[in-house]
Structure formats: structure tokens, C-alpha cells
């Protein structure tokens, strides 16, 4: 290739300053053949986890829908519309992130919607989608369980793909449906279903809030009326949102003061 195009307004090396720009980059994957995180702590982070799971989903997409929570830099919209999806929406509260998905979009020719929005708002969207991705959004979350609630009320139509970092017992313990006032031995068990919260910061983020053991990501995932199909690695869990019971509780919604806070 000829040295002067390739520093033209369409080579490499002006590729390569456009993703300098946006950079850091948490999602590592190429943009216009360049690549956006070459030094990422994690590796090849996100596609090493996503070769575990991607064979779960349908090659051929089309006619699908999908939900990308927390998208970052859009790596699950991208590969989502690769497959042929016909509706992908990313959100994410992080503007540089949603910068990073927009400009990957754009460059890679996909016709992909990225919002501003939070996990607790998706309810405005006023809409559901065969598939919702939830991944490294979990432990982020001051309200985790509301969140899950809320993606079951108002999100996910079939499947959902959930993956938070894990610490603790990856052992799961037989829990009972009760247990009598006096009985606390249960709560020591390796196994028993525990959140642990981290009151200011974890790997130098003050945004990571709480991190389950494995027994409680599936408990949580239960009670928040998703069923496990499979667990593909050993953070990432595919599953399916079943009907909840009548009476069982669901997401919550604060009542604001007149002045909206």
C-alpha cells in the first residue's frame, strides 16, 4: 500500500489517531483494522469470554431483537448485528463509552441505536427484546436486585445473558425454603447464597458496590424470575424469563418528593 493513502483520511495511521482519541478503551476488538485496547489488562477482553457463550445464541439472527446493557464500546451490539439482528439498541450511562460505540458502528457500516439511559430506567423504553445482554454491569450497581427486577418487568421477552464478576465460594449449597429464627448455622456455609459489599473501593473503582458469590448470582437470578439454561463459563449464564407467580414480589418504584428528588 502506498505510504501517503495509508495516512490519509481513511488509512491506518489516521484510524489509529481516531481510536487514540476516544481512547481508553475497555472493549478490545478492531475498529477499521485497528485495534483499540492492544494493551487491555484483561487480554483479549471481551471476546475471551464470548468465545465460551457465542455458540448459546443463534448464528442467524434476523428478524431478533436486542438489548445491550451497558454496552461500553458496543462489542455484543456489533456482534449481535453482525449475525443479522434487526433491532439493536446499547445503552450505557458513560458518554465516552457510548462515543466509542457510535464511531465503532459507524465505521464497521452497522446500523446500530446507542442511548444514554440506566439500567433503572429501561421501563421508558416501553419495549421488550428476544434478547437482552446484562454483562459487567452487576457489581456496578447500587441496587442490583432492583435492576434484575426491572429487566424482567420491562425488558427481556426470552433470553437473557448475565455475566458479573464473582468472588467468595464457587461452592452452591442446598438452601431450604425456611429455616426456624434460632437456626444461623446455615449462613456460614461456604455455599450459602452471600453478597459481599465493598464500601469504598475494589481493583482501584469506586463503582464497584457488591460482588456475589456463585450461589447467590443464581438465587438472585431465580428470584428475579429468570430460569438458568446453561453456564457456559464461570461468570456467564444463559437464561430464560419465565412468568412470575401472582403475588411475588417485583420491581419497586420510589415515590418522588414534589420537587423530583
Not at 53 to 59: E, G, I, S, T
Not at 96 to 105: G, V
Not at 119 to 132: H, K, P, S, T
Not at 150 to 157: E, F, G, I, Y
Request: glycine share 8%.
Amino acid at each position: 500500500m502506498d505510504a501517503d493513502a495509508d495516512r490519509g483520511p481513511g488509512g491506518t495511521e489516521a484510524m489509529r489517531a481516531r481510536v487514540r482519541a476516544l481512547g481508553p478503551w475497555f472493549h478490545h476488538m478492531q475498529v477499521g483494522g485497528v485495534w483499540t485496547a492492544p494493551d487491555h489488562f484483561l487480554g483479549d477482553y471481551p471476546a475471551v469470554k464470548w468465545r465460551h457463550y457465542a455458540d448459546a445464541l443463534p448464528a442467524d439472527m434476523r428478524g431478533k431483537s436486542v438489548l445491550d446493557i451497558g454496552c461500553n464500546a458496543g462489542f455484543f451490539s456489533l456482534a449481535m448485528k453482525r449475525r443479522g439482528a434487526e433491532r439493536v439498541l446499547g445503552i450505557d450511562w458513560d458518554e465516552r463509552y457510548l462515543a466509542q460505540a457510535r464511531f465503532a458502528a459507524e465505521v464497521e457500516g452497522l446500523d446500530i441505536a446507542f442511548e444514554r439511559m440506566s439500567v433503572y430506567d429501561v421501563g421508558a423504553l416501553r419495549e421488550r427484546f428476544d434478547v437482552v445482554f446484562f454483562l459487567g454491569v452487576f457489581y456496578h450497581l447500587r441496587h442490583p436486585l432492583l435492576a434484575l427486577d426491572l429487566v424482567h418487568a420491562h425488558a427481556a421477552r426470552d433470553v437473557l445473558v448475565f455475566q458479573t464478576m464473582q468472588r467468595g465460594s464457587g461452592a452452591v449449597a442446598r438452601v431450604e425454603a425456611d429455616y426456624a429464627w434460632a437456626e444461623t448455622a446455615p449462613f456460614d456455609l461456604p455455599g450459602f447464597p452471600k453478597m459481599h459489599f465493598i464500601e469504598h473501593a475494589y481493583a482501584h473503582d469506586p463503582t464497584n458496590w457488591w460482588v456475589p458469590n456463585r450461589a447467590a448470582v443464581e438465587a438472585m437470578l431465580r428470584s428475579a424470575g429468570f430460569a438458568i439454561e446453561s453456564r457456559p463459563e464461570d461468570e456467564t449464564y444463559i437464561c430464560r424469563r419465565i412468568d412470575r407467580e401472582d403475588g411475588a414480589y417485583g420491581a419497586v418504584y420510589p415515590a418522588r418528593g414534589e420537587d423530583g428528588r
